[in-house]
T-cell receptor, first 112, second 114 residues
Framework: DQQVKQNSPSLSVQEGRISILNCDYT??????FLWYKKYPAEGPTFLIS?????DKNEDGRFTVFLNKSAKHLSLHIVPSQPGDSAVYFC???????????FGTGTRLTIIP | DAGITQSPRHKVTETGTPVTLRCHQT?????MYWYRQDPGHGLRLIHY???????DKGEVSDGYSVSRSKTEDFLLTLESATSSQTSVYFC?????????????FGSGTRLTVV
């Protein structure tokens, strides 16, 4: 049972435009959400996170939105740059538990 | 990240042979994890450790065992490798001071079972 889902395996966006990556979850007990970015032949690296007590968190060009009623989060990248081309994973954890459940990933390609 | 290293980076092995992957950390983090990454499945947890000699199974633990005899090292063993275990394996750590802020991952081990 996939508790964290990324329904778009791939996404292509023009350089300079907004990239929106989506993630849905089924377990309403998840209370902490993270996005990781992965380049080929490297390990995933932390990008941005959000706690369930917030509905938005920003860090430079990256913003994560959380809609708890819909069990949905999204990552916005504005403006998109060629270096943003990578695979993006969303992940979730339960309160007091450091074990992360990951989505299947979305491959983002930024077109110059 | 220099605080976590995996070895080997690449390995080709034959079906039925035992294989051990090593994860070494210098961050003194309490928790260590082994994940595998496969197309269409994302990152799936194999085993994790919450302290020396304390380990537990993840969602895809069949065919794998782990050991953690000291804080720095977390070993993943495939007792008898099968082709379905061809994958990229990632080690991760968490549990530093200051509360949970996600994982730090190693660079991965690409394992091919022929």
């Amino acid at each position: 049972d996939q508790q964290v889902k990324q329904n778009s395996p791939s996404l292509s966006v023009q350089e300079g435009r907004i990239s929106i990556l989506n993630c849905d979850y089924t377990n309403s007990m998840f209370d902490y959400f993270l996005w990781y970015k992965k380049y080929p032949a490297e390990g995933p690296t932390f990008l941005i996170s959000i706690s369930s007590i917030k509905d938005k968190n920003e860090d430079g060009r990256f913003t994560v939105f959380l809609n708890k009623s819909a069990k949905h989060l999204s990552l916005h990248i504005v403006p998109s740059q060629p270096g943003d081309s990578a695979v993006y994973f969303c992940a979730a954890s339960l309160f007091g538990n450091e074990k992360l459940t990951f989505g299947t990933g979305t491959r983002l390609t930024i077109i110059p | 990240d220099a605080g976590i290293t995996q070895s080997p980076r690449h390995k080709v092995t034959e079906t039925g042979t035992p294989v051990t992957l090593r994860c070494h950390q210098t961050e003194n983090h309490r928790y260590m994890y082994w994940y595998r990454q496969d197309p269409g499945h994302g990152l799936r947890l194999i085993h994790y450790s919450y302290g020396v000699k304390d380990t537990d199974k993840g969602e895809v633990s069949d065919g794998y065992s782990v050991s953690r005899s000291k804080t720095e090292d977390f070993l993943l063993t495939l007792e008898s490798a099968t082709s379905s275990q061809t994958s990229v394996y990632f080690c991760a750590i968490s549990g530093g001071t200051g509360g949970f802020d996600g994982y730090t991952f190693g660079s991965g081990t690409r394992l091919t079972v022929v």
